[in-house]
């Protein structure tokens, strides 16, 4: 192998090592377009020892091109031996539908057929071919669009897609010459994609007009001091108080007005990253997401798939542009249920004192410390119970966090509640105050009958 091939290797060798952090036999999807790019990257990566499996998106927007890129990657990985997956989307039409640019909505398809397949191979790195280039783009296109510290930082080498797989760049210190050379060293076959060189996008026209009189790699090193310095003095004080803020998944409007402004808006940032994922997590979101704390509980922004809204005193956020606060439900007295989307609830009122219950979808109360009608509804942040068997109340959110309720089925979570007081958090735990005690004369039974 010539010294510059084996230079080139042995520096993304270092970088998946120590920076990335994934260990030479590991399994890695690797995002290939049929670019120069991706495709240096998987013939590194292969030759490496990876275990490397293929990923191709096929976004149906160059006509016979696009069929033809999927043509060279399918044949390139059959040469190779290697699996690939394809995948198939009229971006267009998910643009249209979604009412995102053609640019976002592939950018939102790609990042979540990663995210999926990986899940489903159990694959925890997904690399992609970004670049010194690219980070150096990156980084004057968000100055340009004024994304603040966030978007001075650029890319990041390893960044978190879901909790058991991360997004890894082992090119992003190396530059567009230095990855042509190897390829051509290499004797490399690739795919040219000539829209990169449309100028009516503003990355074409910094690519062609711009970065020959710059230094990528300049700009490339000021993006990862920036990072390094974020890393070490800002995201410390950005975690303690994201944990001080949020409840759920939602944050404390009255602890965001008591912060900095900047602050509050770095907390609105991390909400966005730690919940909606594929929304935009930057100051300009961070600003349309803090104007509803200026606005009536109830209004929304909806972004990434997802949506944030006024909850009373909180700004809730959910993954799911179609979740909405279940409407408040009446139980009126012996013999009565209510639907909600998973079954029914229905309150009992008995003179028997119960036998044995049938497990966490059922519990008895002392039916004279009850008021009825009882409310049925969705937990909210700020909610309290007083556990059975314990002194003190506590939060509803830190009680699903204790017995381990998964964070996606959290804010499904359902409280009946007699006089504002929640009497039963649904399927998890009673309300101290209104136990069965030996003076009991009278008994409630709530049930949760399941679909």
Same mark, same amino acid.
């Given at each position: 192998?010539?010294?510059?091939?084996?230079?080139?290797?042995?520096?993304?060798?270092?970088?998946?090592?120590?920076?990335?952090?994934?260990?030479?036999?590991?399994?890695?999807?690797?995002?290939?377009?049929?670019?120069?790019?991706?495709?240096?990257?998987?013939?590194?990566?292969?030759?490496?020892?990876?275990?490397?499996?293929?990923?191709?998106?096929?976004?149906?927007?160059?006509?016979?091109?696009?069929?033809?890129?999927? $043509?060279?990657?399918?044949?390139?990985?059959?040469?190779?031996?290697?699996?690939?997956?394809?995948?198939? *989307?009229?971006?267009?039409?998910?643009?249209?539908?979604?009412?995102?640019? *053609?640019?976002?909505?592939?950018?939102?398809?790609?990042?979540?057929?990663?995210?999926?397949?990986?899940?489903?191979?159990?694959?925890?790195? *997904?690399?992609?071919?970004?670049?010194?280039?690219?980070?150096?783009?990156?980084?004057?296109?968000?100055?340009?669009?004024?994304?603040?510290?966030?978007?001075?930082?650029?890319?990041?080498?390893?960044?978190?897609?879901?909790?058991?797989?991360?997004?890894?760049?082992?090119?992003?210190?190396?530059?567009?010459?230095?990855?042509?050379?190897?390829?051509?060293?290499?004797?490399?076959?690739?795919?040219? @994609?000539?829209?990169?060189?449309?100028?009516?996008?503003?990355?074409?026209?910094?690519?062609?007009?711009?970065?020959?009189?710059?230094?990528?790699?300049?700009?490339?090193?000021?993006?990862?001091?920036?990072?390094?310095?974020?890393?070490?003095?800002?995201?410390?004080? =950005? !975690?303690?108080?994201? @944990?001080?803020?949020?409840?759920?998944?939602?944050? @404390?409007?009255?602890?965001?007005?008591?912060?900095?402004?900047?602050?509050?808006?770095?907390?609105?940032?991390?909400?966005?990253?730690?919940?909606?994922?594929?929304?935009?997590?930057?100051?300009?979101?961070?600003?349309?997401?803090?104007?509803?704390?200026?606005?009536?509980?109830? $209004?929304?922004?909806?972004?990434?798939?997802?949506?944030?809204?006024?909850?009373?005193?909180?700004?809730?956020?959910?993954?799911?542009?179609?979740?909405?606060?279940?409407?408040?439900?009446?139980?009126?007295?012996?013999?009565?249920?209510? !639907?909600?989307?998973?079954?029914?609830?229905?309150?009992?009122?008995?003179?028997? $004192?119960?036998?044995?219950?049938?497990?966490?979808?059922?519990?008895?109360?002392?039916?004279?410390?009850?008021?009825?009608?009882?409310?049925?509804?969705?937990?909210?942040?700020?909610?309290? =119970?007083?556990?059975?068997?314990?002194?003190?109340? $506590?939060?509803?959110?830190?009680?699903?966090?204790?017995?381990?309720?998964?964070?996606?089925?959290?804010?499904?979570?359902?409280?009946?509640?007699?006089?504002?007081?929640?009497?039963?958090?649904?399927?998890?735990?009673?309300?101290?105050?209104?136990?069965?005690?030996?003076?009991?004369?009278?008994?409630?039974?709530?049930?949760?009958?399941?679909?």
């Amino acid at each position: 192998m010539g010294s510059l091939m084996k230079s080139f290797r042995d520096r993304v060798a270092a970088y998946m090592k120590h920076t990335c952090q994934v260990a030479a036999g590991e399994r890695i999807l690797i995002g290939v377009s049929g670019g120069v790019d991706s495709v240096v990257l998987l013939d590194v990566l292969n030759g490496l020892g990876f275990g490397c499996e293929v990923i191709h998106v096929n976004f149906q927007l160059r006509g016979s091109d696009s069929d033809e890129d999927e $043509k060279f990657v399918r044949d390139l990985c059959a040469q190779r031996r290697l699996k690939l997956h394809v995948r198939q *989307v009229p971006a267009r039409s998910h643009a249209a539908g979604t009412k995102r640019s *053609v640019q976002m909505a592939a950018r939102e398809i790609r990042y979540s057929l990663f995210t999926k397949t990986a899940s489903e191979r159990q694959i925890t790195s *997904v690399a992609v071919g970004h670049h010194c280039d690219d980070q150096a783009e990156s980084l004057l296109i968000n100055l340009n669009r004024g994304t603040g510290l966030e978007g001075m930082v650029g890319m990041r080498p390893v960044r978190c897609l879901e909790a058991s797989c991360n997004l890894i760049r082992p090119l992003l210190t190396e530059t567009r010459d230095s990855i042509r050379a190897y390829a051509e060293a290499r004797h490399l076959e690739w795919r040219e @994609d000539m829209s990169n060189q449309d100028e009516k996008y503003l990355r074409s026209r910094l690519r062609t007009k711009v970065m020959p009189h710059l230094n990528a790699e300049a700009l490339a090193r000021s993006a990862n001091l920036v990072g390094q310095w974020v890393d070490e003095f800002i995201a410390p004080a =950005i !975690a303690e108080n994201f @944990d001080a803020a949020s409840e759920g998944q939602s944050l @404390d409007i009255t602890y965001l007005e008591q912060i900095p402004n900047v602050l509050a808006q770095r907390l609105v940032i991390e909400g966005l990253r730690h919940w909606i994922p594929r929304a935009p997590a930057d100051e300009a979101m961070a600003q349309r997401v803090m104007a509803l704390i200026h606005m009536q509980s109830g $209004k929304r922004v909806e972004v990434g798939g997802g949506a944030i809204w006024r909850d009373r005193n909180y700004l809730t956020f959910s993954d799911s542009i179609d979740h909405k606060p279940m409407e408040r439900l009446k139980l009126f007295g012996d013999s009565s249920s209510v !639907a909600i989307p998973e079954g029914q609830i229905g309150l009992d009122l008995s003179h028997t $004192k119960p036998g044995n219950l049938r497990g966490s979808d059922e519990a008895w109360l002392d039916a004279d410390r009850l008021t009825v009608p009882l409310t049925v509804r969705n937990w909210r942040p700020g909610d309290r =119970i007083r556990p059975l068997g314990m002194e003190g109340t $506590k939060k509803v959110s830190d009680l699903l966090t204790d017995i381990g309720v998964p964070a996606s089925k959290r804010k499904d979570t359902i409280v009946v509640c007699s006089k504002g007081e929640i009497v039963w958090v649904v399927g998890y735990r009673l309300s101290h105050t209104f136990r069965i005690m030996d003076a009991t004369r009278n008994y409630a039974r709530l049930y949760f009958e399941r679909n």
